[in-house]
């Protein structure tokens, strides 16, 4: 658990400028189903499979679980963002404090997140509440750092997340390389990736140049980053279109859920 701050806590330019309300648009059609009479069935896994890809420390302290997620529990958080995105303080496209409006579009729980501040309330757009970081997706966080880290690590133990910035990629949009650095705390950052495969590019912790490290995620996806690695430098330079599994019920692109542990506290 990081120190303690107030909620005006913030690194670099206050990010009050206001950004872009948008809204959710319908899932992503389904694909035609293949002719069996034109393919050739070799009874390989399919993308995604855990069987296809295990686990791995991607760098040291940056740690990858493919298909932690089942495709029931990927559509539940898929409903779950539907509610999620819906105004009051729902979906919008952020802008930076230089005026440049960001690609994805972004909607946060538990605090509220605009460049480069946190607050209870979605300042950038209409001033409602934000809306509570959902205790099943806290939970979720708290699994996943035991996932990569272990049960009994010291990260897993102590791991109370209270915000996530949940951000949709639609087709063409791209993150640019940065670092998680708004929050007092240390606790490791948690990403579980749904929709349309992306490369993940890693940089370094003192550095945003090369050499880069660039790792697939697909849907189901868990990144864990944290310890030595937890201001890294990342970003999402490509999503790969029409990738996603049949009946994830996301619109076209691909939807991060980044959940962390601010050790921010209400109050001056």
Not at 147 to 172: F, H, K, Q, T
Not at 183 to 189: G, L, R
Not at 221 to 241: A, C, M
Request: proline fraction near 11%.
């Amino acid at each position: 658990m990081g120190s303690s701050t107030s909620a005006t806590r913030w690194k670099g330019v206050q990010g009050r400028a206001k950004g872009v309300p948008t809204v959710l648009g319908p899932a992503a059609p389904e694909p035609a189903a293949p002719d069996p009479e034109g393919q050739l069935t070799l009874g390989l896994p399919e993308a995604g499979d855990p069987a296809e890809r295990e686990w791995s420390e991607v760098l040291p302290d940056v740690e990858l679980v493919p298909g932690w997620l089942s495709l029931g529990a990927q559509q539940a958080l898929v409903a779950d963002f539907r509610r999620w995105s819906e105004p009051p303080a729902g979906l919008r496209h952020p802008r930076m404090p230089t005026g440049q409006v960001m690609s994805v579009q972004s909607v946060c729980l538990g605090w509220h997140w605009s460049p480069y501040a946190y607050s209870r309330t979605a300042d950038d757009t209409d001033g409602a509440p934000v809306k509570p970081l959902p205790a099943s997706l806290a939970s979720a966080a708290v699994a996943a750092v035991g996932a990569a880290y272990g049960v009994d690590s010291p990260e897993a133990r102590s791991y109370a997340p209270d915000a996530a910035i949940v951000n949709l990629y639609a087709p063409g949009a791209k993150l640019g390389l940065h670092q998680d650095g708004e929050e007092p705390s240390a606790a490791p950052v948690v990403t579980i990736s749904l929709g349309d495969t992306c490369v993940f590019r890693l940089a370094g912790v003192d550095r945003r140049t090369g050499p880069f490290t660039d790792v697939e995620l697909r849907s189901g996806d868990l990144l864990v980053f944290g310890r030595s690695q937890r201001l890294i430098f990342h970003g999402v330079p490509k999503v790969v279109p029409a990738s996603a599994p049949a009946g994830l019920g996301l619109p076209p692109g691909r939807l991060s859920i980044t959940v962390r542990e601010t050790g921010l506290v209400d109050g001056p």
